[in-house]
């Protein structure tokens, strides 16, 4: 009597995430943070301010707010970096700012199933910047199309903090 061992569970692959190159992380990421941090707001930026999930000291990385229909979103367009895991793990806390200005909100995870609009806004909004990111999708790619990549870019709801 033969014995086999145990199937192991297959691994899940990695989740997408497309890392900053330096000149974005140390120049063009500082200066965009820099202006907002004064009150200048480049195409719509803020500093997302939010709990670091290993250290619990604030972290803070430039995002662009997406004004859609009356609400707000936040896109990853690199994936699920940092910022993103440091969000589900604050249940959605996070404060933006633009200069002095600061805005607390609860973040809501967005299902793949419902970005098409959310992300064909963004990308209509922020291409130039983005576009990069999205395999060749943009603003006036199909909604399959859209769907097809919308696992790999995170989009959060926003809702007023109480």
Request: glycine share 8%.
């Amino acid at each position: 009597m033969s014995s086999t061992p145990p199937q192991q569970p297959s691994p899940q692959p990695a989740p997408h995430y497309r890392k900053p190159g330096w000149f974005t992380q140390h120049v063009f990421n500082q200066a965009v943070a820099g202006l907002t941090r004064v009150g200048i707001s480049v195409w719509g930026s803020r500093v997302l301010e939010v709990k670091g999930r290993t250290t619990g000291e604030a972290r803070r990385i430039p995002v662009n707010l997406l004004d859609l229909d009356g609400r707000q979103y936040l896109v990853s367009a690199r994936g699920n970096g940092q910022w993103v895991r440091n969000v589900r793990a604050a249940d959605g806390r996070l404060d933006l700012l633009v200069g002095r200005r600061r805005q607390a909100w609860i973040a809501t995870e967005v299902p793949d199933d419902a970005k098409a609009d959310i992300l064909r806004a963004y990308l209509r909004r922020w291409k130039a910047e983005v576009g990069v990111f999205f395999d060749g999708i943009n603003a006036s790619s199909s909604d399959a199309e859209i769907g097809a990549i919308a696992a790999k870019h995170p989009v959060f709801v926003l809702a007023p903090a109480a």
